[in-house]
């Protein structure tokens, strides 16, 4: 074995392992960083729209309930490096950072890639031993210690700490294949069930089939999850979200998409019904004055046209088609339950989900190593000592609004500075 003496490999060099390299560099450690790929950060480089979302301003609590999957954990972490802290990280380093609508913090200049070369300046200044196109293929663990990490060209190199910083298995061309599952499995850990979360919804509805909506944007729309057998709301968020050839998309959509997979599952693959809400600020009364309103000001013209502009055009034409309300008809003849039909179905439209986009099209993985079995004030394993994990590989995911990245940050920092404070409490 290879004897080149470092106190802390981390593989990966996305949000959590840069992060985990500077944080335990900063504690005293030497460092060495591994990264299949040709580039660090290339995930992060592409995130937020290539503006990285670098993290939320929201207090912790409400950073937390962004986190579905095991956002409790969290606490732990965030009492080491929170997303203030983030914030003073950066900004220390000279990016100025901007707040924009639901607390999204961006750098000002809306480039991703200065937050990347921020990040490996720091790096690199701590003199952190970084290679690239070095891909791990296997990490090797002694009785209950880890022992070090074996390459995929065969070459062996030790250190006393690991961190499995890899990602999960969204959006593969970046470099997370999911290659840490194996490495936590080895080391007697639990990996649970892996599924797309942040993810495009398909759709089975003729409207959706036939393209009628295809390229519609609806914006502060409320979109409901409905469960198939209980016929009651699953979850709700609010937002915009667009139709596309299979299905829907857009912030509301993708927040929804892991209680689509999950009932899916529950429900032995049944389809799922959604429901969009136009005017998720009116009452039901309200809509009905609205249409009213509208009729009132054209009567004589075909109500389909005398509502031009209650709500987006090829919207209006889909309410006509589902309510089976006939559009020519004027004021003097459509009726009142005409009217409440179209007031009821612009508030409950109904929507029918068949599944959602893959995993590897997916912005984030769900499931993964475990965080019942891992120390979380420290990211170190409750089974091998020296071996920690941080970022996407573990069973924590956020909505997309920076939590994923702040999850990342945060574990990594953790996981840095546990690894680093190992060698003095040996
Ligand atoms: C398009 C897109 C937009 C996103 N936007 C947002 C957003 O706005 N807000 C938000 O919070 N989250 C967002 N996310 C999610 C967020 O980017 C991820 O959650 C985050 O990057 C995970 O960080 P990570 O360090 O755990 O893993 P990754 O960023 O996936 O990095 C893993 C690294 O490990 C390396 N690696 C993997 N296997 C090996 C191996 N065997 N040997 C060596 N190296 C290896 C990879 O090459 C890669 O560099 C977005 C994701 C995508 C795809």
Same mark, same amino acid.
């Given at each position: 074995?290879?004897?080149?003496?470092?106190?802390?490999?981390?593989?990966?060099?996305?949000?959590?392992?840069?992060?985990?390299?500077?944080?335990?560099?900063?504690?005293?450690? !030497?460092?060495?960083?591994?990264?299949?790929?040709?580039?660090?950060?290339?995930?992060?480089?592409?995130?937020?729209?290539?503006?990285?979302?670098?993290?939320? $301003?929201?207090?912790?609590?409400?950073?937390?309930?962004?986190?579905?999957?095991?956002?409790?954990?969290? #606490?732990?972490?965030?009492?080491?490096?929170?997303?203030?802290?983030?914030?003073?990280?950066? *900004?220390?380093?000279?990016?100025?950072?901007?707040?924009?609508? +639901?607390? &999204?913090?961006?750098?000002?200049?809306?480039?991703?890639?200065?937050?990347?070369?921020?990040?490996?300046?720091?790096?690199?200044?701590?003199?952190?031993?970084?290679?690239?196109?070095?891909?791990?293929?296997?990490?090797? #663990?002694?009785?209950? $210690?880890?022992?070090?990490?074996?390459?995929?060209?065969?070459? #062996? /190199?030790?250190?006393?700490?690991?961190?499995?910083?890899?990602?999960?298995?969204?959006?593969?061309?970046?470099?997370?294949?999911?290659?840490?599952?194996?490495?936590?499995?080895?080391?007697?850990?639990?990996?649970?069930?892996?599924?797309?979360?942040?993810? @495009?919804?398909?759709?089975?509805?003729?409207?959706? !089939?036939?393209?009628?909506?295809?390229?519609?944007?609806? +914006?502060?729309?409320?979109?409901?999850?409905?469960?198939?057998?209980?016929?009651?709301?699953?979850?709700?968020?609010?937002?915009?979200? /667009?139709?596309?050839?299979?299905?829907?998309?857009?912030?509301?959509?993708?927040?929804?998409?892991?209680?689509?997979?999950?009932?899916?599952?529950?429900?032995?693959?049944?389809?799922?019904?959604?429901?969009?809400?136009?005017?998720?600020?009116? &009452?039901?009364?309200?809509?009905?004055?609205?249409?009213? &309103?509208?009729?009132?000001?054209?009567?004589?013209?075909?109500?389909?046209?005398?509502?031009?502009?209650?709500?987006?055009? +090829?919207?209006?034409?889909?309410?006509?088609?589902?309510?089976?309300?006939? @559009?020519?008809?004027?004021?003097?003849?459509?009726?009142?339950?005409?009217? +409440?039909?179209?007031?009821?179905?612009?508030?409950?439209?109904?929507?029918?989900?068949?599944?959602?986009?893959?995993? *590897?099209?997916?912005?984030?993985?769900?499931?993964?190593?475990?965080? !019942?079995?891992?120390?979380?004030? $420290?990211?170190?394993?409750?089974?091998?000592?020296?071996?920690?994990?941080?970022? *996407?590989?573990?069973?924590?995911?956020?909505?997309?609004?920076?939590?994923?990245?702040?999850?990342?940050?945060?574990?990594?920092?953790? =996981?840095? $500075? =546990?690894?680093?404070?190992?060698?003095? *409490?040996?």
């Amino acid at each position: 074995m290879n004897k080149e003496n470092f106190d802390v490999i981390v593989i990966g060099g996305g949000p959590s392992g840069l992060m985990a390299s500077v944080s335990a560099a900063e504690h005293g450690a !030497k460092v060495l960083l591994l990264d299949k790929g040709s580039k660090l950060g290339r995930k992060l480089a592409i995130s937020g729209g290539g503006r990285c979302n670098v993290t939320n $301003r929201a207090d912790v609590e409400e950073i937390i309930k962004h986190i579905p999957g095991n956002g409790r954990f969290m #606490y732990s972490p965030f009492s080491v490096f929170n997303n203030e802290d983030i914030i003073s990280f950066f *900004e220390n380093l000279g990016i100025e950072l901007k707040e924009e609508d +639901r607390g &999204r913090m961006f750098p000002v200049n809306d480039k991703a890639i200065t937050v990347v070369r921020t990040l490996l300046e720091r790096i690199d200044s701590l003199k952190v031993d970084v290679r690239t196109n070095t891909e791990v293929a296997d990490v090797l #663990y002694h009785d209950d $210690r880890v022992e070090g990490v074996k390459l995929k060209n065969g070459e #062996y /190199i030790t250190a006393t700490n690991v961190i499995i910083a890899v990602g999960g298995k969204s959006v593969p061309h970046t470099g997370s294949t999911g290659d840490g599952y194996p490495w936590a499995k080895k080391a007697g850990h639990t990996v649970t069930d892996l599924y797309p979360t942040e993810v @495009p919804i398909t759709c089975n509805d003729k409207l959706i !089939k036939d393209k009628t909506l295809q390229g519609l944007s609806l +914006r502060d729309i409320e979109l409901s999850v409905i469960d198939p057998k209980k016929k009651k709301g699953i979850v709700t968020h609010d937002g915009d979200m /667009i139709f596309t050839h299979f299905g829907i998309s857009g912030p509301a959509a993708l927040r929804c998409s892991q209680y689509v997979v999950k009932a899916r599952k529950k429900h032995k693959g049944k389809d799922v019904p959604l429901e969009v809400n136009l005017f998720p600020d009116k &009452r039901g009364n309200d809509v009905i004055e609205d249409i009213d &309103r509208f009729l009132k000001s054209e009567p004589k013209k075909a109500v389909k046209n005398a509502l031009n502009g209650w709500v987006p055009d +090829r919207m209006l034409t889909a309410l006509f088609e589902l309510s089976g309300v006939d @559009p020519q008809l004027t004021q003097a003849n459509v009726s009142k339950e005409n009217i +409440r039909d179209l007031a009821n179905l612009a508030q409950h439209f109904p929507l029918s989900a068949n599944g959602t986009l893959s995993i *590897e099209k997916a912005f984030v993985t769900g499931g993964g190593v475990s965080v !019942k079995e891992v120390q979380p004030k $420290r990211m170190e394993s409750k089974f091998k000592h020296g071996l920690f994990f941080c970022g *996407e590989v573990l069973d924590l995911h956020g909505y997309t609004g920076g939590y994923n990245i702040t999850v990342a940050f945060s574990t990594g920092y953790t =996981a840095g $500075r =546990a690894a680093a404070m190992n060698l003095w *409490e040996e």
